[in-house]
């Protein structure tokens, strides 16, 4: 993996997930592929395969850069302006 800059602007304490769904998804009547929590904030939306990419939308509105999996099991994060594993 590699180590972005933007790792190191994360809060120091982990977020609290805001939803336990992407909320958006729910709202606009469709299903979230895969989740993705926003380690800025907390905000859950969905992945890139899912209709609308609220995920990617909330990283370039929001500036929040880094986000992880937020599916049972899994770990890994993604920072978009890299756009890379971090």
Avoid: K
């Amino acid at each position: 993996m590699t180590v972005c800059p933007h790792v190191a602007e994360l809060p120091s304490v982990e977020v609290t997930p805001r939803s336990a769904t992407c909320e958006a998804c729910v709202a606009a009547g469709t299903h979230p592929v895969h989740l993705r929590l926003c380690l800025g904030c907390g905000h859950v939306a969905c992945c890139d395969s899912s209709p609308h990419r609220h995920a990617t939308a909330h990283a370039r509105e929001s500036g929040h850069p880094v986000m992880r999996s937020f599916e049972p099991g899994e770990d890994w994060r993604w920072c978009y302006v890299d756009e890379s594993l971090v």
